[in-house]
């Protein structure tokens, strides 16, 4: 079965840094469009970034742009999100997701869904 796991969560101060990566297994990962999502306590679950299948190719929330890099790493069967000048508004559950068909920012049309890992950053 598919399995995304995430991992590189925890509690960072503003201004720093930290890199979440996600392992898949189960899927033929070069056939997938990979993203971020983040849900905030109280929030609906948003976008944040997704790399197209090749890697060549990458999109990213408005609120992210210029401190968040997405990239993959499909020998690994990975997926990493770099987070750099965190911000308190970035505290959130972030979760890796998989789409077969769709290069997008909608969540609906992502297939499969880690089970998140939590980032804190304390003001």
């Known amino acids: 079965q598919v399995q995304l796991v995430e991992s590189g969560g925890g509690l960072v101060q503003a201004g720093g840094s930290l890199r979440l990566s996600c392992a898949a297994s189960g899927l033929t990962f070069s056939r997938y469009v990979m993203g971020w999502f983040r849900q905030a306590p109280g929030k609906e679950r948003e976008f944040v970034a997704a790399?197209?299948?090749?890697?060549?190719?990458?999109i990213s929330a408005d609120s992210v742009k210029g401190r968040f890099t997405i990239s993959r790493d499909n020998a690994k069967n990975s997926v990493d999100l770099q987070m750099n000048r965190l911000k308190a508004d970035d505290t959130a559950v972030y979760y890796c997701?998989?789409?077969?068909?769709?290069?997008?920012?909608?969540?609906?049309?992502?297939?499969?869904w880690g089970q998140g890992t939590q980032v804190t950053v304390s003001s």
């Open positions: 790399i197209s299948w090749s890697g060549g190719s990458t």
């Open positions: 997701a998989g789409s077969r068909h769709a290069y997008s920012d909608n969540l609906r049309q992502y297939d499969y």
